[in-house]
DNA sequence: GTTTCATTT
């Protein structure tokens, strides 16, 4: 019975899909461009042959498990931490402002006061003493270099200069430990440029997730040896090539190195790879472990090295054939690590008291303190907060400074967490996730953890990407304990119990292919001809479901043929640096004559955060400036394109973008992108035209790479998406919001949707 | 009915 009830369920729903598709034909006068230039009947047709394929690769993958393997979408958590921070955002917006509540008011101030008084009874408990890592390269002062040699020589590693080179020369691959301070990411490199693993041209690469880690240590590096930049000590990262011929220690970013495996898959410049800070686990490290992997099964004289923190040390070496660990110890403080009896019902406000309490019964000037909260919203309520509270505790208390930190906060506003502390005050950092690896801060003593992050989480079932608060991982709360006292030895409130520690929380936070929407992924496998991504030999696989997803994607695109091969298209749109649909979007250009247009869009579009700048208090402001940019109700993409043009028309300047309530460094970002953008024209065969009054033209173009993205409005106002029955509706931000289109183009966790019509 | 942690090619 139970059975019978889903198998017609799921005839119900593909007859649906079908009779969409038919209305689709209908209201559409030309079929042809909104499947890109095949007809429907085709599309159906493909369809059922790729359902068929799909159909057989399960059947090879055999074991129903695999296909049944856990997804790793976050579950809705028991208590609801979105729902409690919504609530307590909302508390504290009505709470303090409101002149009716005297009376609570006086109240809660007797509390906080006997609170703060106990701030030291509070904490007692349940010490446990951990150590601490010293220091990263980015923010390091550059000593004369007379004292490099020195320097170099005191570094922890350097006792095992000789063990370590030994065991590169005995091992094809090698696994290091060693945490941040070792100095590994400067002196191993050096060490077998000196042991002449550079010889004959060869070069030494070293991957790093990070820009800005790749740029500063290279510069680090070239200082010590004493040669200029970008000659025999080089970075590479997109937008910067700053290498040579002479180039022989090679830093990049892992995206770099992967894009670089593309080209020359057996890496034959290299003599040695050392892919750094491993256990950051983002997206292109986990690829070219898999790559980097069957390379030095045939180069024999490829030496591997993978550098990690501790934590998965045996993990990496079950993966590289057993290969030998190799441990160095870092320079580190001390650390307290302090646990709350019982759980907090409120987060936020617990991190608040903390703060206040801290900064109460702490002699000020001894320390700064850094809060770890979930994103921008919860910060600016968070510095309100403690704005109006200290405020009402006035001359009682010390000065304490607040400093907001996120990575969308203008780039001027950011550089305040880096002046120094006025005498007699105390810093208080409110800082989302930027703070735990992208940068540091100098002076924090305390750290006060609440336990929580932003995480992203993909759902292959609906091809949604969305964002959720969640509990960190026991790695990642180590990593933020170990912020603290970086200057000397410090503290870290954990405002959960050590119960909650031990038992609830994951110890490593799940790898980032395992929760992201993984087309591009598999297109970069489909590349340089690796048959089967199913077969990819990845450490930690991701959910069959998301690879079979992305592979029905990319051929919905014509990236792939029914054999899941990759064919011309796929091939030119593997050109591009972008997600797929934007990079069919660009191909297809071609055809509509319109690609000067087109990478403009693409380029807006993949800049990873918003263009438009809305600042608390000035929320209607930005909204009048940005509906400048809506002619009628003519879709998101075209006002992107519109932004662009008009910021180019008054030569791309900052005041411009100040006056529309437009982002400075996000324009910045997508004019590199396109002129990026405009350079791989030629190497995927598309001419660049433009034809800017064609809008018909520009639209039929978005359309062939978004149609996979579209819903159609229904009676009751609300949109549902064509390829799976999901109910959306357009953001208010959104051009379309008051036109309401018979069709959208979807794009998720954005504002922009357009019609076709 | 009013958003979005962090990265990267």
């Known amino acids: 019975m139970e059975k019978l009830r889903k198998v017609s369920r799921q005839e119900y729903l593909k007859k649906r899909e079908k009779k969409m598709l038919d209305e689709i034909r209908d209201h559409i006068d030309d079929e042809k461009y909104l499947f890109g230039g095949v007809n429907l009947t085709q599309t159906e047709y493909r369809e059922i042959r790729y359902k068929k394929q799909i159909y057989n690769l399960l059947k090879n993958t055999t074991d129903d498990e695999a296909y049944d393997r856990e997804y790793r979408i976050p579950e809705s958590h028991d208590d609801h931490p979105e729902k409690r921070f919504a609530a307590a955002l909302q508390r504290y917006r009505d709470d303090p402002i409101d002149e009716s509540r005297k009376t609570r008011l006086s109240e809660q101030e007797t509390w906080e006061e006997h609170q703060i008084r106990k701030v030291t009874m509070k904490f007692g408990s349940k010490n446990r003493k951990r150590k601490q890592d010293d220091h990263d390269f980015v923010f390091v002062k550059m000593p004369d270099r007379a004292a490099f040699r020195n320097e170099r020589e005191t570094l922890p590693i350097y006792s095992y200069r000789d063990d370590l080179l030994r065991a590169i020369n005995d091992h094809r691959v090698l696994i290091i430990v060693g945490e941040t301070g070792s100095g590994k990411t400067t002196q191993i490199p050096q060490y077998l440029h000196e042991a002449g693993y550079t010889a004959g041209g060869k070069m030494i690469g070293c991957t790093q997730p990070r820009r800005v880690a790749a740029m500063s240590v290279a510069a680090r590096v070239s200082k010590e040896m004493g040669v200029k930049l970008g000659r025999e000590v080089g970075y ?47 997206v292109s490290t986990d690829i070219l472990f898999g790559l980097v992997k069957d390379i030095a099964r045939f180069r024999t004289d490829l030496k591997l090295i993978i550098s990690s923190a501790t934590l998965d040390a045996e993990k990496f070496s079950d993966y590289f054939d057993s290969a030998p660990i190799f441990r160095i110890p870092g320079r580190r403080y001390p ?117 929580f992050s932003k995480m992203k989480s993909y759902n292959p079932r609906t091809g949604m990407e969305s964002l959720l608060v969640r509990p960190i991982s026991k790695a990642s709360a180590d990593q933020r304990a170990g912020r603290s006292g970086r200057t000397g030895p410090g503290k870290c409130f954990r405002l959960y119990t050590v119960h909650h520690f031990c038992n609830d929380l994951d110890d490593n936070t799940v790898p980032e292919i395992q929760r992201t929407n993984l087309a591009n992924v598999v297109l970069i496998l489909k590349s340089p001809g690796i048959k089967d991504p199913h077969k990819f030999d990845f450490m930690d696989p991701p959910p069959t479901e998301a ?211």
């Open 236 to 282: 590479s990262i997109r937008f910067e090539d700053r290498t040579s011929e002479k180039t022989v220690l090679k830093y990049m970013t892992d995206g770099m190195l992967l894009r670089e495996f593309l080209r020359e898959s057996d890496l034959a410049s290299y003599s040695v790879v050392m892919v750094d800070e491993a256990h950051e686990r983002t």
């Open 335 to 451: 650390y307290e690590i302090h646990y709350t009896k019982a759980p907090e019902a409120d987060p936020l406000d617990a991190a608040i008291v903390t703060v206040l309490q801290i900064h109460v019964s702490q002699p000020p000037g001894d320390g700064d303190i850094l809060v770890f909260l979930t994103g921008q919203d919860e910060i600016e309520t968070a510095e309100e907060i403690l704005k109006y509270r200290t405020r009402r505790l006035g001359s009682k208390i010390a000065e304490l400074v607040i400093c907001p930190i996120y990575a969308n906060l203008p780039t001027e506003l950011q550089a305040k967490i880096f002046e120094p502390t006025p005498q007699g005050a105390r810093k208080v950092v409110l800082a989302t996730n930027i703070a735990e690896t992208s940068l540091t801060i100098d002076g924090i003593k305390y750290v006060v953890d609440p336990g």
């Open 547 to 757: 690879l079979l997803k992305a592979s029905e994607l990319l051929y919905a695109l014509s990236a792939l043929n029914e054999h899941g091969e990759l064919t011309k298209v796929g091939r030119r749109m593997s050109e591009f640096p972008l997600d797929p649909m934007l990079s069919k979007m660009i191909v297809a250009s071609d055809k509509y004559k319109c690609s000067h247009e087109i990478i403009s869009i693409a380029a807006m579009l993949s800049v990873g955060n918003s263009i438009f700048y809305r600042p608390k208090g000035k929320q209607v402001h930005a909204d009048n400036a940005r509906l400048n940019f809506h002619v009628r109700d003519v879709g998101d993409h075209i006002a992107l394109l519109k932004v662009y043009s008009s910021w180019k028309e008054a030569d791309f300047s900052s005041q411009w973008c100040y006056e529309n309530y437009i982002q400075v460094r996000s324009m910045k970002k997508a004019r590199d992108i396109r002129d990026q953008l405009e350079g791989l024209l030629k190497r995927a065969e598309i001419e660049l035209i433009s034809n800017p009054n064609d809008l018909d033209a520009i639209k039929k173009a978005i359309v062939s790479g978004y149609f996979p993205h579209s819903a159609r409005l229904q009676k009751n106002g609300l949109y549902r998406t064509v390829k799976h029955p999901q109910r959306v509706y357009i953001h208010p931000t959104s051009g379309l919001a008051q036109g309401l289109p018979r069709w959208v183009i979807y794009r998720l966790r954005s504002t922009c949707g357009k019609s076709p019509n």
